[in-house]
C-alpha cells in the first residue's frame, strides 16, 4: 500500500514502473484458435510510434454489425474479450485491440501513449469498409472507458458511431485515487494528498461534454469494490447528449456483461435494439435500479 501511496503521491501516472494506473501483461491467455469462431490477428501502427495487436472476432454472417471494445487498465485484450466475445452469437462482429505494453503490442503504457492509440484505433476502425445498415458500437470497460471518452473527443470521430457504452469506469483520475487509498485503515490524509497531487489531464469528466452527437450509456455495479458508483454517475452527469444510466444490482467490477450476469447481457442486446437510447434524468441516478429499456 505504501509503494501504491508514494507513487500515487509522485503526480506522475507513468511512475514506479508501470504505474498503479496501468498493469499490462504480455502473456497471451486465450488463444485465436480456442475460439469457437473465427478470429483475425493483424497489427496496427499507431501514433504513439508502437504497433498494436487487434483481433477481429467474425460472426455468422461477418460484418452484419460491429462492437469495437477498449479493455480495462490490467491484463490483455485475451484475458478480457469475455466482456465482449459473446456478443459474436448475436450477429456482432467484435474488434479488440492491445494498448502500448499489453499483450503482444510494442512499447509502453502512459496515459499520453493509450490516449495516442486510443485515436489511431478509431481511425482504423473508421476507415474500415462498412457494410450498408451496419451499427457500430463503443464500449470502453473501466480504464478503457476513460481512454475512449478521450480518444473519441480527440479524433472528431464520433459521428462514425451509433453509440457509446462506458461501463465501470470513472470521472476524474485524482478522485479514483483518492477513493482507492481511502479503503485503506487511516489512510485519510494520504488520500487527500493523492487527490490533489495525481494529474487529471484528459480526465473523462473533461472530455465527455464534447461528445454531444453519439448517444451514451454508462453501466455501473452497486457492489463495484474497485470504482464506486458515484465515479461513473459523476462522469454520466457531465454528458450533453441522449443518455442513459444503469445502476445494475449483484455484479463486481467490470464483470457488468459478463456470462455470470445474463440478464444484464439481455439488457445490453435489448438496447442496442433501441438505438438511440431513452433519455435518464439526472434524478433517476445512482440509487436508481437497472431498467429494461422498451
Known amino acids: 500500500m505504501l509503494l501504491w501511496a508514494s507513487c500515487m503521491l509522485s503526480g506522475l501516472l507513468v511512475g514506479c514502473g508501470s504505474s498503479p494506473f496501468y498493469a499490462p501483461d504480455q502473456q497471451l491467455g486465450t488463444a485465436s484458435h480456442q475460439y ?25 454472417p461477418p460484418n452484419a454489425n460491429l462492437v469495437v471494445h477498449f479493455h480495462g487498465n490490467a491484463g490483455n485484450l485475451s484475458k478480457t474479450s469475455e466482456k465482449v466475445v459473446w456478443l459474436v452469437d448475436h450477429g456482432f ?13 510494442s512499447g509502453n503504457a502512459s496515459r499520453e501513449t493509450l490516449r495516442l492509440d486510443g485515436i489511431t484505433f ?3 476502425v473508421s476507415a474500415l469498409s462498412r457494410p450498408s445498415g451496419q451499427r457500430r458500437i463503443l464500449i470502453g470497460t473501466s480504464m478503457g472507458g476513460a481512454v475512449l471518452v478521450d480518444a473519441l473527443a480527440s479524433s ?16 476524474h483520475y485524482s478522485k479514483l485515487a483518492r477513493d482507492v487509498i481511502s479503503r485503506y485503515p487511516l489512510s485519510y490524509l494520504v488520500a487527500k494528498v493523492a487527490e490533489w497531487t495525481v494529474s487529471d489531464q484528459h480526465a473523462p469528466a473533461d472530455q465527455i461534454d464534447k461528445l454531444s452527437a453519439i448517444p451514451l450509456l454508462v453501466a455501473h455495479c452497486q457492489e463495484d469494490g474497485l470504482i464506486p458508483l458515484e465515479r461513473g454517475f459523476e462522469l454520466f452527469e457531465q454528458a450533453q447528449t441522449d443518455k442513459v444510466f444503469w445502476s445494475m444490482e449483484k455484479c463486481l467490477h467490470a ?29 433517476q441516478g445512482p440509487g436508481s435500479s437497472s431498467q429494461t429499456l422498451k
Open 93 to 105: 462482429d467484435v474488434l479488440l485491440f492491445d494498448y502500448s505494453g499489453y499483450g503482444q503490442s
Open 122 to 124: 478509431l481511425e482504423h
Open 255 to 283: 464483470r457488468t456483461f459478463t456470462a455470470e450476469h445474463p440478464d444484464n447481457q439481455q439488457l445490453l442486446l435489448e438496447q442496442f435494439e433501441l438505438l438511440p437510447p431513452v433519455i435518464m434524468t439526472a434524478s
Open 156 to 171: 472528431e470521430l464520433q459521428t462514425e458511431f451509433d453509440l457509446l457504452v462506458i461501463d465501470s469506469s470513472f470521472d
Open 36 to 60: 469457437p469462431h473465427p478470429v483475425i490477428d493483424y497489427y496496427l501502427d499507431s501514433r504513439s510510434g508502437n504497433r498494436l495487436h487487434v483481433q477481429r472476432h467474425l460472426s455468422s
